[in-house]
């Protein structure tokens, strides 16, 4: 699932570690998910779109939606 969670916490001068405490999860959570490597679970995507002030089909792209 691709996101835009990195343009959206630079525009709000948010670091990683920041978002990641805002979550309670580890830095290098928000890091997979920014590189695409991990699929959060839904409760943290919408964790991650309430602290980047969003909705989650802003910050989260359905990739298969695509498709269809």
């Known amino acids: 699932m691709k996101n835009i969670i990195k343009p959206l916490r630079e525009r709000q001068k948010i670091s990683q570690r920041e978002l990641a405490v805002m979550c309670d999860v580890s830095r ?3 890091n997979a998910i ?11 995507a919408f964790d991650i779109a309430e602290h980047l002030n969003s909705r989650i089909d802003e910050v989260f792209i359905n990739e298969r939606k695509d498709e269809n």
């Open 28 to 30: 290098q959570t928000i």
């Open 34 to 44: 920014e590189n695409n490597k991990y699929d959060p679970s839904l409760q943290l």
